[in-house]
């Protein structure tokens, strides 16, 4: 009889695996074999567990999202005010754990195969939106609804683009400077918005 937990533990195992042959070998070389190896298994049972490396990858998306999700959520109970909830969910779109090189190429086949997949694209939405509405909801405290939006926006597309470019560079990820880029940004936005509006800083 199997263990209690074996199927879960094995999954877990061939998503970590999934993420290491992507940064390996590129999402479109690699294939179920390969990764199931890597994960000490057979290629039988990774398709008996995902159904195709399509079906693996928005696996392995959802589960680096669920992660991603949990950091922000543990940063935002550590904050109290809404300037330091926005550094929270900046700083938890760099976490150590998902802003490195494996990951990082992970996340670049999840936006490639989000063109074409209508499963990645969905997640790709949900985790696109909670990042603009959380932004926006916390910045509404510093500027009106219309600027909060743009600035949220903005501040998205930034962390978006650190990724990408991140992962278009043969240099080793470097989470602060990255955070730092993001907190700048939106600190120049809010005293810009702030400073053409004539409107008291808020706490």
Request: hydrophobic fraction near 45%; charge should be positive.
């Amino acid at each position: 009889m199997p263990k209690i937990g074996m199927e879960a533990e094995r999954r877990r195992t061939l998503i970590e695996a999934t993420v290491d042959a992507i940064h390996e070998t590129g999402f479109c070389d690699v294939t179920i074999a390969q990764i199931a190896r890597r994960a000490g298994v057979s290629g039988g049972l990774a398709h008996h567990y995902f159904g195709s490396k399509d079906q693996l990858l928005a696996a392995t998306m959802r589960h680096l999202l669920h992660e991603l999700g949990q950091g922000i959520r543990a940063r935002l109970a550590a904050a109290s005010t809404p300037r330091e909830r926005i550094s929270a969910i900046i700083a938890g779109n760099f976490d150590p754990e998902q802003f490195r090189e494996a990951v990082i190429a992970a996340w670049l086949s999840f936006y490639a195969q989000a063109q074409t997949a209508e499963s990645n694209q969905r997640l790709l939405r949900i985790y696109a939106a909670r990042l603009t509405s959380n932004l926006t909801f916390n910045l509404k405290a510093f500027l009106s609804a219309r600027d909060a939006a743009e600035v949220a926006e903005g501040t998205a597309s930034m962390i978006d683009g650190v990724w990408i470019r991140q992962a278009l560079s043969r240099k080793s990820p470097d989470r602060e400077t990255a955070i730092r880029m993001v907190e700048d940004y939106v600190e120049a936005q809010i005293r810009m918005r702030k400073s053409g509006a004539g409107n008291e800083v808020q706490p």
